[in-house]
């Protein structure tokens, strides 16, 4: 996650960025062929890590991992008890990053800013899915629940 998914989500999350100001807008996109190969290998990061997590009995991390964010998000162990306990929902979210990566990379080598937001907006879907079913703590009960 960190070495491959993490910085190849950045990249093409940040590639084209919209700011309005009191002055008009500015727009950063990609312009060059040098920024869209960069986007492109991301994308193909993307699609290749989203095979190798669909690899069976591949660790979720190495052994001296620990969360960098320990509470705010659950330690490499708990992470594999939960893919453990439910492979088919592991499988199908590593499947949505390689297919979301596919998208990526085909908007990277048409050049088509509007479908790398497109593909950025399903990516962020996809991450998130994926970290709110094995990636989060469980949230507490709330107080507010009724009986």
Known sequence: ????????????WDAVVI??????????RPETDDDWAALERSALHLVEAGNLLRIDGRAIAGPDAVSDMPGVDLEPADIAVLVAANPDAWRRAA???????????????????DALLEGGSRLQV??????????YPPMPPSDDAEP
């Not at 700011?19 to 950063?28: A, H, K």
């Not at 996809?126 to 990636?135: T, V």
């Open 1 to 12: 996650m960190r070495s491959l998914i993490d910085p190849a989500a950045d990249a093409l």
């Open 19 to 28: 700011t309005s100001t009191l002055d008009g807008v500015d727009e950063q």
């Open 95 to 113: 499947r949505e990053i390689h297919d979301v990566g596919v998208l990526l990379l085909a908007a990277t080598r048409a050049q088509d800013v």
């Open 126 to 135: 996809a991450c998130e899915s994926c970290h709110s079913r094995f990636w």
